[in-house]
Every structure is written in structure tokens, then in C-alpha cells.
């Protein structure tokens, strides 16, 4: 079934057009999706298409946020207001306790800490507020030596690092965002969605097929690392669609935005927008695409490979490349040899979670779009 596009491409980018109707003629993103890249700093591709989608509809984008709280981070510590490479405690002394007290910023951001979940879980109240579960991680036993491994710290990451972001700075990582990101460069993208936005939401819609019960304990480090041992498991696509989570915008899972958003916060970090200049400086973005943590990951039993949180070393984008997918599908990167930034976002979550096949094609289009006319 065809699938009307709406939206436009600049001169060279028909390729991608041509993609994008195609993944959503072919799988479940024609329920809705964007679709936005930007090639050093100028938008080139503006994309929607599936019932009901609108080119400003904003949705929940799962761990794609997270490369947001990496970029607060990455700011500060090109400031100068942090140090990476100082002991999580000097910023946050109980973060110290149980064996916790050699673990550094860069550890607690590459995923190395250990600190993916506490023993009984958290309530669904505590998901919504960064500083509570900050509140109860900092005096819980990691889940391995910190520093000794890494794995995938889910539904925690975001809370610790903003903990470490507000001992510092003495601002809430959303102030920050705001402050120094979003509304300096326009962009679409909200930790935390104010009142005047709402009527812009859109939720994110349940799987069309829910698969086999996964087979995993919910209480090993997997189904700790996602809340599964909890009396009340958490279901990431409810969880994204809470009006608490959506208002609160948690750093690890709870932004809402746009492809446009997302392709713009890239790049607005590594080319700039509208003439303001880029928000991080060569060095420091080529800190955030640096692997760091490398191998195997504990929680998600696969490879993966971080930089200052990101995700890095995508096969199919150029060595310094950094950003992060989500649950729902959503995809979201920079990749400075290409001059590329990318935002992509779905509504209808997957089987499996986590961005697949239909957004690594479109990624490759853009790339090889952009190669072949800059």
C-alpha cells in the first residue's frame, strides 16, 4: 500500500526521498514517521508520512534522549565546570558508598559504574524523577566492580549523570538544556514538555505484535537494568506515553521531540545553526565519538561500543560519529566527516525494541547522499 510523503528534499537528496516512502510502504513505521538531516548546518530533508503524521507532531523518543544528557555533559566539561576524569564523589560524596568511590565521571556516563537498578526496583513514581532514583542509586552496592565492565545502564544513566550535572554546575540538567541549547538554538526537542506544546504530543503506539515473553530472569542484569523485577515491570511504550513522563522528561528515556528536533541538536553540537556557532569544539566532539567503552555488554549479552555516553563506531557512518537510537525506533546522530546530522522518529514501537533495520537504511541513504553533494 502506498503511504503519501509530505515534506521536501533539497537537490540530490531524492534518494532518501525515495527511501523514506519505501520503509514506510514496507514496515510498521507507516503508522507514522519523520524523518530530518542536515548537512553542515543547513536542513536538507524534511520528511512525514503514515495516517495522521504532521511534520511538528512531537512523540516520546525512548533512550534517544539520552544524547542530550551526554551533550549537557560534553558542554560543561569543555567549560571547564567538570572534569571527566575526577571521582564521581568529589561532585556527589554518597554516590561513594559500597566500593563506588574510584568510579569517574567517564566511567558513570560509558555505562562502567555498575549502577543499573537497586534491589527491589523502582516504583513507577520514582521513574518519573531523575532525583529520586539518583536518591536511592547513590547508597545501593553496584552490580559489578565499577570500572571492571561495562553494561547498559537503561533506566539509570540519565539520573546519574544529571546528579553529577546539578553538584556542579548548581543547575538541573533540563536547566542547562534549556539554557544553553534548546532555546538559543530553536531546538524541537524538550526534556520535559511545557503546557503550551501538549496539544503537539502525539503517543507512541503498542507493538503490533508483543513476540514471545523473553525468556531472561527479571532479575538478572538485563531485567534489573529495565525494572523488570519490580512488582509493577516496567513497560517502556506506557511508560514513555505518562503525562508525568512527558512533563518531567526523565534524562534517560523521557524526552519528547521531533525528527526535526533531533536532527537539529546535532547540528547544532558540531556545525551550528542559523549562524550561531557549533556547541562543541572539534576536540571536544571527537571526546564524545572516542570509544570508551568496548566489548562485551553485560546487560544487553551483545557488543556495543560508547564514546562520553554515545553510541559510536556504527559500522555504516564515519569514525567520528556519536549519537544514540532509542527503544521506540528512534534514531538520532552527527557524523562530522559527512557533514551529516540525522533525526528519525516512529510511532508505533517494535519487535524488538531498539532502532532496526528501517532507520540503518535510511541513515545509509542520507550518507551516501550527503558524500555525493557537499
Known amino acids: 500500500m502506498d503511504i503519501p510523503v509530505r515534506g521536501t528534499v533539497a537537490p540530490g537528496y531524492e534518494p532518501l526521498g525515495e527511501e523514506?516512502?519505501?520503509?514506510?510502504r514496507e514496515t510498521e513505521a507507516g503508522h507514522g514517521a519523520q524523518l530530518a538531516v542536515y548537512v553542515d548546518g543547513w536542513p536538507v530533508a524534511d520528511l512525514w508520512g503514515g495516517p495522521d503524521a504532521g511534520g511538528d507532531w512531537l512523540t516520546g523518543v525512548f533512550s534517544s534522549t539520552k544524547g542530550a544528557a551526554f551533550l549537557v555533559l560534553a558542554l560543561l566539561a569543555q567549560a571547564g565546570e567538570l572534569d571527566l576524569d575526577r571521582e564521581v564523589g568529589a561532585y556527589w560524596p554518597e554516590f561513594a558508598a559500597e566500593g563506588k568511590g574510584t568510579a569517574t565521571v567517564r566511567d558513570l556516563a560509558g555505562h562502567r559504574v555498575g549502577s543499573i537498578g537497586v534491589e527491589d526496583?523502582?516504583?513507577?513514581?520514582?521513574?518519573?524523577?531523575?532525583?529520586?532514583?539518583?536518591?536511592?542509586?547513590?547508597?545501593?552496592?553496584?552490580?559489578?566492580?565499577?570500572?571492571?565492565?561495562?553494561?547498559?545502564?537503561?533506566?539509570?544513566?540519565?539520573?546519574l549523570v544529571g546528579e553529577v550535572i546539578r553538584r556542579a554546575s548548581g543547575a538541573t540538567l533540563r536547566e542547562v538544556y534549556e539554557e544553553r541549547i534548546r532555546r538559543p538554538y530553536g531546538v524541537d526537542f524538550f526534556l520535559g514538555l511545557p503546557a503550551e506544546e501538549e496539544r503537539r504530543f502525539v503517543p507512541v503506539l503498542p507493538p503490533a505484535d508483543p513476540g514471545e515473553p523473553s525468556a531472561d530472569a527479571p532479575?538478572?542484569?538485563?531485567?534489573?537494568?529495565?525494572?523488570?523485577?519490580?512488582?509493577?515491570?516496567?513497560?517502556?511504550?506506557?511508560?514513555?506515553?505518562?503525562?508525568?513522563?512527558?512533563?518531567?522528561?526523565?534524562?534517560?528515556?523521557?524526552?519528547v521531540g521531533s525528527a526535526r528536533g533531533l536532527a537539529r541538536l546535532y547540528a547544532a553540537?558540531?556545525?551550528?545553526?542559523?549562524?550561531?556557532?557549533?556547541?562543541?569544539?572539534?576536540?571536544?566532539?571527537?571526546?564524545?565519538?572516542?570509544?570508551?567503552?568496548?566489548?562485551h555488554d553485560l546487560v544487553l549479552d551483545m557488543p556495543r561500543r560508547y564514546g562520553?555516553?554515545?553510541?559510536?563506531?556504527?559500522?555504516?557512518?564515519?569514525?567520528?560519529?556519536?549519537?544514540?537510537?532509542?527503544?521506540?525506533?528512534?534514531?538520532?546522530?552527527?557524523?562530522?566527516?559527512?557533514?551529516?546530522?540525522?533525526?528519525?522518529?516512529?510511532?508505533?514501537f517494535p519487535t524488538p525494541g531498539g532502532a532496526g533495520p528501517d532507520a540503518d537504511r535510511l541513515a545509509r541513504v542520507a550518507r551516501a547522499c550527503a558524500l555525493a553533494t557537499r
Open 308 to 348: 562520553l555516553g554515545f553510541m559510536v563506531g556504527l559500522p555504516y557512518l564515519g569514525a567520528d560519529a556519536f549519537g544514540h537510537d532509542g527503544a521506540g525506533g528512534s534514531m538520532a546522530f552527527c557524523d562530522p566527516r559527512a557533514g551529516l546530522a540525522f533525526g528519525y522518529v516512529r510511532r508505533r
Open 121 to 159: 526496583g523502582f516504583s513507577p513514581a520514582e521513574l518519573t524523577d531523575d532525583r529520586a532514583v539518583a536518591e536511592r542509586l547513590a547508597p545501593h552496592r553496584p552490580y559489578w566492580h565499577p570500572g571492571a565492565a561495562f553494561g547498559y545502564h537503561s533506566l539509570t544513566v540519565g539520573a
Open 219 to 255: 532479575d538478572g542484569l538485563g531485567g534489573i537494568a529495565g525494572n523488570q523485577h519490580h512488582k509493577e515491570p516496567t513497560v517502556l511504550w506506557e511508560l514513555v506515553n505518562e503525562p508525568a513522563v512527558v512533563a518531567g522528561g526523565p534524562a534517560s528515556v523521557g524526552g
Open 20 to 24: 523514506f516512502a519505501a520503509v514506510l
Open 269 to 295: 553540537a558540531v556545525h551550528g545553526t542559523d549562524g550561531l556557532p557549533p556547541l562543541l569544539t572539534a576536540a571536544t566532539a571527537a571526546e564524545c565519538a572516542r570509544p570508551f567503552s568496548t566489548g
